[in-house]
C-alpha cells in the first residue's frame, strides 16, 4: 500500500461536475472558500471555460478538465476542441485520476453526479479505495437534483446505490431535511443512512458595507435612481428571458424610469449576445457576458429578474441579500 507524503498540509480535492452553466463552479467555490486555512490546500477539478475568469483565494488552486456540454440527457459533445465523445472523456478521466495520484489528497469531494460525467470519476474512487484508502471520500449533493422518480431510476440503472455503499466515505446533502428529504424521495437505502450528513445551505460570502454604494458609483447609477438586474446564470438557454425584458422597452419606446444591466451569461452564443447588445444600446442598457462577483450586483439591484435555474446559487444569492426578485422557468 502507498504511503501518504509527510508534508503538513491537509489536502482537498474537489471534482465539479461542470457541463452547464454556472452553478457548478460556484457552489464548488464557495464550499473551497469555506474549507481553506493556511494549513490546507484545495485544488478543484473542472471543466469549466470560464474557471480562470474567478479570483481564487489562497490557498485554492484549479485543474482544468477539457469541457464537455451536454446534448441531449445522454449525449455529449467536446466544448472547444473537435473531438468524439469517447476521446475527450477518455482525456478527461486520464487527468482526474492522474492530477489524484499526484495529489495524494486526504478529503475527495465529489459534487452532484456520484460517479461523475459518463463514470469519469469511477477509476479514481476504485483507486483511492484500493491504494490510499485513508483518503475520505465525499459525495456532495444538493438536496433538489430533479424530480424523483428520474433520480431513483438512473441511479438503479447505474448502479449508483452500491457504489455508495461501497466507495464513499460519507454523502453530505446541502440543504434542510426538514424543507426536503432526498433519503426518502430518492429512495436511498438504510444501509446508507448512516452515511448522510445535512449540512444546512452554504453560506455566501458577507459583502462589505458599502458594497452597493461602490457598485452603483461604478455604474453610474444614482441613490434615486431604480436599478434592475437581469441575469440569466450560464446564458445557455437565457435569450427567451432577457429577450422579454428589451421587448417591454419596445412596447413602452420613451424612457423607462429605471436603469438596468444586462448579464447575458458566457454560454450565450456570441451571435446572439451581439443582437442582445444592439438592441440594449437603443435604451441605455448596459450589457455584459460575465461578472465574476455577481453577488455585488445583486446587492446593489433594487429589482432583479432572474432564471432562477439552479436554486442554490440564483435564488439563493438574490434572497440573501434580500432583492425583490422575478423568476422565470421555476
Keep these: 500500500m502507498n504511503t501518504r507524503n509527510d508534508s503538513p498540509a491537509y489536502n482537498i480535492l474537489m471534482y465539479s461536475h461542470d457541463t452547464y452553466g454556472l452553478g457548478h463552479i460556484h457552489r464548488t467555490m464557495a464550499i473551497a472558500n469555506h474549507l481553506r486555512d493556511r494549513n490546507t490546500n484545495v485544488l478543484i477539478l473542472t471543466g469549466s471555460p470560464i474557471a480562470g475568469r474567478f479570483r481564487f483565494p489562497e490557498q485554492v488552486d484549479f485543474v482544468r478538465i477539457p469541457g464537455m456540454i451536454k446534448k441531449t440527457n445522454s449525449e455529449y459533445q467536446s466544448l472547444s476542441i473537435r473531438i468524439d465523445q469517447k476521446k475527450a472523456l477518455s482525456i478527461r478521466t486520464n487527468i482526474i485520476l492522474a492530477t489524484t495520484k499526484t495529489f495524494r489528497p486526504d478529503l475527495f469531494i465529489v459534487d452532484k453526479e456520484p460517479l461523475g460525467l459518463k463514470r469519469e470519476v469511477l477509476p479514481t474512487l476504485e483507486w483511492l479505495k484500493k491504494s490510499l484508502p485513508s483518503t475520505v471520500t465525499i459525495l456532495g449533493l444538493r438536496d433538489i437534483l430533479d424530480d424523483s422518480a428520474v433520480i431513483q431510476r438512473d441511479w438503479q440503472e447505474k448502479n449508483v ?19 426536503f428529504d432526498p433519503v426518502e424521495m430518492y429512495k436511498i437505502p438504510p444501509s446508507i443512512h448512516n452515511k ?4 444546512g445551505y452554504i453560506p455566501r460570502k458577507t459583502l462589505a458595507p458599502n458594497t452597493k454604494t461602490n457598485i452603483r458609483k461604478r455604474y453610474r447609477i444614482m441613490r434615486e435612481d ?29 424612457s423607462l424610469p429605471f436603469k438596468t444591466i444586462i448579464i447575458t451569461g458566457p454560454f450565450m452564443p456570441k451571435k446572439v449576445r451581439e443582437e442582445i ?18 453577488e455585488e450586483l445583486i446587492s446593489a439591484a433594487d ?28
Design 303 to 330: 429589482l432583479v429578474i432572474s432564471m432562477g435555474g439552479n436554486f442554490s446559487k440564483s435564488v439563493g444569492k438574490v434572497h440573501s441579500n434580500r432583492r425583490i426578485a422575478s423568476y422565470e422557468n421555476l
Design 277 to 294: 447588445k444592439i438592441r440594449a444600446r437603443r435604451y441605455g442598457i448596459k450589457t455584459q457576458p460575465f461578472h465574476p462577483k455577481i
Design 226 to 254: 431604480t436599478f434592475i438586474l437581469v441575469t440569466t446564470g450560464g446564458g445557455g438557454d437565457g435569450f427567451e428571458v432577457i429577450d422579454h425584458y428589451l421587448s417591454m422597452h419596445d412596447y413602452y419606446p420613451t
Design 196 to 199: 448522510i450528513q445535512f449540512t
Design 161 to 179: 446505490y452500491a457504489y455508495l455503499e461501497q466507495l464513499y466515505s460519507e454523502i453530505w446533502v446541502y440543504g434542510n431535511k426538514a424543507i
